[in-house]
Each structure stands twice: as C-alpha cells, then as structure tokens.
C-alpha cells in the first residue's frame, strides 16, 4: 500500500480523509506517497463580470487560469499544514469521476481515501453525491472516511462476502491493511431466507474462497439474518468493527434497502464507521 489517493475539494470532510490518509501513510513507510487531487469540473463554473457580461470557465481562459491558480494555493497551504515530503499536490480539470479513474490508472494508486460530507447513507443516496458516483466507479479499492478520525486503527476489519465475488483488486490491499495494522480478519457469510444453504456448502465455499485469496489471521461466521443489509451491519456492530469492508454491488444493495425503509437506524449508525468498498 504505497501510493495513495486523495481526492480534496477542500471541504472539511475532505481533510479528514487527508488525516486519516497520513496515518495511514506513517505507518506504511517512508516511501509512501500521497497524491492529493483537486478536480475542477469546469462546467459547473460560470458568472457575471464587474460589467454585466456572462462568463463561464469553459471557454473563458482567464476565468480558468484563476480558479486552477486559487486551487493551487490551498493545495500549497494544505501541503504546508501536513508538513511531510511524501504528499504531492496537483489540479486537473475535468468531470470528477473520469480524472480520477484515470489518475488511479496513471499513477498505479492502491488506494483511495474519500471524506464524505454526510454521516448517512440514506442521504448520500439520495443525493447522488460526488462519493457516491466514485464508490460505484473506481477500479481500486476506496476507503471512505465519514467523520473525523485523530487515531485511526483498523484491529478489527469485517469482510462481508457471499464467498463467489471476485475480489482480485481488493484482496491484496485487504490483506495490507490487515498486516499493517495487525487486525484480525473478520470474515462473515450472511445467510438469509431468501437465499439460504445449509453449513456445509457455505463452508465448502469458505474453503475454496480462503484458499484462493490466501487469507490468513482470519475468523468467520455464518450469521443468520432477514437481509444481507441488516446482516452486515448486525454483525459488524457484534465485532465491535474498525472497518467494514464490502463490494460496491452489496453497497448498491444497500443503498436500496435504505432508500425504501426509514426505519434502519442501526445502518445509519454502521455507516459512520470508514467504509471499504471495492468493485472486484
């Protein structure tokens, strides 16, 4: 876990994803790097002149010049507070989702750490927001952080998994951050009614998805639930999880769920806890 990526758009949440991106980083090693990535999408940047005319980023230069220059400050400002020779800084222009697939591709990132702004699930659905739109696209594994976190630890890191998902991506940086902060592996299966197999073909499938990825350091648990939804967070707040890690297709399943039942106040609280998601 050697190169990390940190989208900023200098909100506070933003910045708490840069805190928990440095710690991260520490304890990683020296030669880990921090890219932290402003991203202008210019469309969205339009206004009227001191003389009444109409102006918009996209084709007005000078308009353009002064928001990547302004960027550039506050990265440079931010660059000073960290204090740390590992963080590079760079502005792109662009729409958010396409730049930064292609800065995880360019630069080989391992990981992204994203703030988000809301401590709901229900609400990041709801608005379709910037973190959700990354989550569903990113190739690499995110790391979302929802709230700030002076001493991040991972000692406890919960994998929920229906044991055939694909996982090439994510095992690796799973398996980093469980050696990196010596956390045992909580694996969870959730088996529900409408979907249900008896232990032994669970534990069948166990077998064969642990022998695939080499997980080691690890428990796992076959808990019985009405959805996977309220499965995951049932069982991630019994371990008492420093993280919860699931593939955005579970995530997606997830957001669903939250959408149509205003009563799931047990995953609004789950969610407040840093979430990795991964698509494969």
Do not use: W
């Amino acid at each position: 876990m050697k190169k990390l990526l940190v989208p900023t758009d200098f909100s506070p949440a933003s910045h708490n994803a840069l805190e928990v991106a440095l710690q991260i980083a520490k304890k990683s090693g020296e030669d880990t790097l921090i890219f932290l990535l402003n991203v202008i999408d210019l469309k969205h940047y339009h206004k009227l002149t001191n003389e009444g005319q109409y102006v918009d980023a996209l084709t007005d230069e000078t308009y353009r010049d002064h928001l990547t220059h302004d960027a550039g400050l506050r990265l440079q400002s931010l660059m000073v507070e960290a204090n740390t020779p590992n963080l590079v800084a760079r502005v792109e222009t662009g729409e958010v989702t396409e730049v930064l697939n292609e800065y995880v591709a360019q630069e080989g990132i391992d990981l992204v750490v994203l703030g988000a702004k809301t401590t709901s699930l229900q609400e990041e659905m709801l608005f379709f927001s910037t973190t959700d739109r990354v989550i569903r696209t990113l190739t690499c594994p995110v790391l979302t952080v929802r709230r700030k976190t002076e001493d991040f630890k991972a000692q406890s890191l919960v994998l929920a998994t229906n044991l055939t998902d694909p996982i090439e991506e994510a095992a690796p940086q799973i398996k980093a951050m469980q050696k990196l902060f010596g956390a045992t592996l909580h694996l969870v299966y959730i088996n529900t009614p409408g979907d249900f197999f008896n232990n032994r073909r669970i534990n069948d499938m166990k077998n064969e998805f642990v022998a695939k990825y080499d997980f080691e350091d690890y428990t796992f648990t076959i808990y019985n639930d009405f959805t996977i939804e309220t499965g995951v967070a049932h069982f991630a707040e019994d371990a008492n999880a420093d993280i919860l890690a699931i593939s955005a297709r579970h995530l997606n399943d997830t957001l669903d769920y939250v959408a149509n039942t205003f009563r799931t106040e047990i995953i609004m609280d789950e969610v407040s806890r840093p979430v990795l998601t991964f698509s494969r």
